[in-house]
């Protein structure tokens, strides 16, 4: 048997079009904002895109492939520390889905981007775009939001991008891992078995439900500001 010749599903299709699409939206959004105007139409369509992928992978991971499952990688202090001492314990599967490093990573993104749309719901440029709930809110409150949204919120998320982008030409150049083609192919070969996620018809049709309910949600929220 050669070192790695078991293929695992590690990301199922909910997961992997979750994290193409989202890379979508946060780019187009970034550019569209960089050029105001009649782009910021396009602005608010990518970033209520944005709130329906983020709720919908909120709830992904809770009920979504194991693999993707926030308990899957939420690890402890010390699991950390072990992995980066090079000591991680047999069937703790580190490399298979993300890594403690990783996960960082990955919670610090979604946050970031949690609150980026979030504080844009409330915004105001003061010249022709505010956001749907700006009237829930006082005007100080939503300059303060807006600030966020529009400075340190926006470079805050180049930075991890262009650190998450850094971290897999770190893996694929000196590791020699390949981190983009499993979330194209959605398998990776181990040299030892890993468990699986489930992603069947059954699953997709539930991510499906789940991703136009929360487009719905999004859309609601949207009409609020009509």
Same mark, same amino acid.
């Given at each position: 048997?050669?070192?790695?010749?078991?293929? !695992?599903?590690?990301?199922? *299709?909910?997961?992997? #079009?979750?994290?193409? @699409?989202? &890379? +979508?939206? %946060?780019?187009?959004?970034?550019?569209?904002?960089?050029?105001?105007?009649?782009?910021?139409?396009?602005?608010?369509?990518?970033?209520?895109?944005?709130?329906?992928?983020?709720?919908?992978?909120?709830?992904?991971?809770?009920?979504?492939?194991?693999?993707?499952?926030?308990?899957?990688?939420?690890?402890?202090?010390?699991?950390?520390?072990?992995?980066?001492?090079?000591?991680?314990?047999?069937?703790?599967?580190?490399? !298979?889905?993300?890594?403690? *490093?990783?996960?960082? #990573?990955?919670?610090? @993104?979604? &946050? +970031?981007? %949690?609150?980026?749309?979030?504080?844009?719901?409330?915004?105001?440029?003061?010249?022709?775009?505010?956001?749907?709930?700006?009237?829930?809110?006082?005007?100080?409150?939503?300059?303060?939001?807006?600030?966020?949204?529009?400075?340190?919120?926006?470079?805050?998320?180049?930075?991890?991008?262009?650190?998450?982008?850094?971290?897999?030409?770190?893996?694929?150049?000196?590791?020699?891992?390949?981190?983009?083609?499993?979330?194209?192919?959605?398998?990776?070969?181990?040299?030892?078995?890993?468990?699986?996620?489930?992603?069947?018809?059954?699953?997709?049709?539930?991510?499906?439900?789940?991703?136009?309910?929360?487009?719905?949600?999004?859309?609601?929220?949207?009409?609020?500001?009509?």
């Amino acid at each position: 048997m050669n070192e790695a010749s078991i293929a !695992v599903r590690v990301w199922d *299709l909910p997961t992997r #079009s979750f994290h193409w @699409l989202l &890379a +979508l939206c %946060v780019v187009a959004s970034i550019v569209s904002a960089q050029l105001g105007g009649n782009a910021m139409v396009w602005h608010f369509r990518f970033g209520y895109g944005a709130f329906s992928l983020l709720a919908f992978r909120l709830l992904w991971g809770v009920v979504g492939g194991h693999w993707s499952r926030f308990a899957t990688f939420a690890y402890a202090p010390a699991t950390t520390l072990r992995y980066l001492r090079g000591h991680s314990r047999e069937g703790e599967f580190h490399d !298979v889905g993300h890594s403690p *490093l990783g996960a960082f #990573s990955v919670f610090g @993104l979604i &946050a +970031l981007l %949690v609150a980026q749309v979030g504080t844009g719901l409330f915004a105001d440029d003061e010249i022709a775009s505010t956001g749907p709930l700006v009237r829930f809110v006082s005007e100080a409150t939503s300059h303060a939001l807006s600030r966020w949204h529009r400075g340190p919120g926006q470079w805050l998320i180049v930075a991890l991008v262009a650190l998450h982008v850094g971290a897999i030409l770190y893996y694929r150049l000196l590791k020699k891992r390949d981190l983009v083609r499993p979330m194209l192919t959605g398998d990776k070969r181990l040299a030892v078995a890993a468990p699986p996620s489930v992603d069947n018809a059954r699953s997709r049709t539930l991510a499906l439900a789940l991703l136009l309910a929360c487009a719905g949600v999004a859309a609601w929220v949207a009409s609020l500001g009509s």
